[in-house]
Every structure is written in C-alpha cells, then in structure tokens.
C-alpha cells in the first residue's frame, strides 16, 4: 500500500464523525499546501468526497486538488525545455557548464521537494524579460534523486522553466555538494550562481530572481 494511504487510513481507525473528517481535510490540504502534488492524494480525495459530500472542507480543498490534476496532465516539450544528459563523467559544476563556455550562465541549484525553490519560479518571467537583451543562459540543475525523475519532468513543464535542464547523477550530486556545501556538507536550496564565458564560478552566491535589480547588475557586470 501506498504510504499515504496507509497513514490516512489509520486515522480510520482512531476516529470518525467530525474528528476524521478535520484530520483528513488536514492531510489533504497539507499536500496541497506545501505544493507537493502527490498522485496518490487523488484517490485518497475521491474517498473523502464520498464519505462527506457535503463537506465544508471541499471548497478550499477542491481548487487546489483540481491544481495538482493539472500537474500531472502537463506534458514537456524538449524543444522549449532542453534535457541535458548526465553520466558518470560528469563530477563537478564545471561539467554541468562546459556546453555553455562562451556565455554567461545563471545556474539555479533546486529539488522538486523545497518548497522556496518553487516559490522562486514566480519570479522568472520578470528576469527573463528584463534580461532577454543579455547573452545569458539559464541552467536549472536538480539534485533530485533518479526515483523522482517524472516528478521533475512535470516540475519542468508545469512552472514553465525555459531554459537548459540536468538531473544530477550521483556523482554529478556528490561534487554539487562538495563544492557548494558548508563544512559538514549540508546544502541549503535554492541555491544561484552566475558563471562566466571561460566557465568559472565568479557569484557562489548569486542574487535570487525574487532580487532582480540586484541580479541584473551582477549578470551586467559579468556581460561587460
């Protein structure tokens, strides 16, 4: 059984009325909430609707499962949304970048798990137009693990995250971590960085899109 389902069909078990019907709301929209789109939470919905139909939890609860539907019908279209391979061969950010020498790349560290990564996708289509007279190119590169790969695909599509797209392999993830984590090697996400056009990480910690003036003059400064 899924674990979802198993979880909320326990609380099955502890309790009915109006105390199971709070606790499974709460659970839904929990889902919802953190924007974690799970496919599982649909059935588990369908069940909730038909043990309260008249639910007074269903009107916030509708909108959003309706919103993760969507999530999951999205389809990515590689010929806006660039897939780069990643194999063994690629150890360190300096492989992640070599294809783009010559340009100047503003690289965006994230997961379909953290929440802020996602919070900051709202904030491209402004960069994007104010930096489309600049020779930039935008690198999402996800440290999700390879189990989390159709999670990523639809992540792609759903935020329309133009631009070029690597699924860190493990030893591609290792080096991330190495590199760009504290001296216990924890790293914190979203993370930025601007390179240059000879490859070299000149902004380990470069502004977020949320700071666009900010961010635009560090790309201006790397441009000149």
């Not at 199971?20 to 599982?40: C, G, P, Q, S, V």
């Not at 996800?142 to 995250?161: C, E, G, H, N």
Request: one cysteine or more; aromatic letters at 12%.
């Amino acid at each position: 059984m899924d674990p979802h389902a198993f979880i909320f069909h326990e609380y099955e078990k502890l309790m009915d009325g109006e105390g199971l019907e709070a606790t499974w709301a709460h659970f839904l929209y929990k889902d919802i909430m953190n924007k974690r789109m799970t496919e599982a939470m649909f059935p588990l919905y369908d069940v909730f609707k038909q043990r309260f139909p008249n639910s007074p939890y269903l009107s916030f609860l509708e909108g959003g499962m309706q919103e993760s539907r969507r999530f999951h019908q999205g389809k990515l279209d590689e010929t806006v949304y660039h897939i780069l391979p990643c194999d063994s061969a690629m150890t360190s950010i300096a492989d992640a970048v070599k294809p783009f020498r010559g340009k100047v790349v503003y690289v965006d560290v994230w997961a379909t798990w953290c929440g802020p990564c996602k919070e900051m996708f709202k904030h491209l289509p402004a960069l994007k137009e104010k930096s489309k007279n600049l020779d930039i190119v935008y690198l999402y590169l996800s440290i999700d693990r390879p189990q989390q790969a159709d999670m990523w695909r639809k992540s792609i599509a759903y935020y329309d995250l133009k631009g070029h797209h690597i699924l860190a392999g493990k030893e591609l993830a290792q080096g991330i971590y190495k590199e760009l984590g504290n001296e216990r090697g924890v790293l914190t996400i979203p993370r930025f960085l601007l390179i240059d056009r000879d490859g070299q990480i000149v902004q380990s910690h470069a502004a977020s899109p949320e700071e666009l003036d900010k961010l635009l003059e560090q790309i201006e400064n790397i441009s000149d």
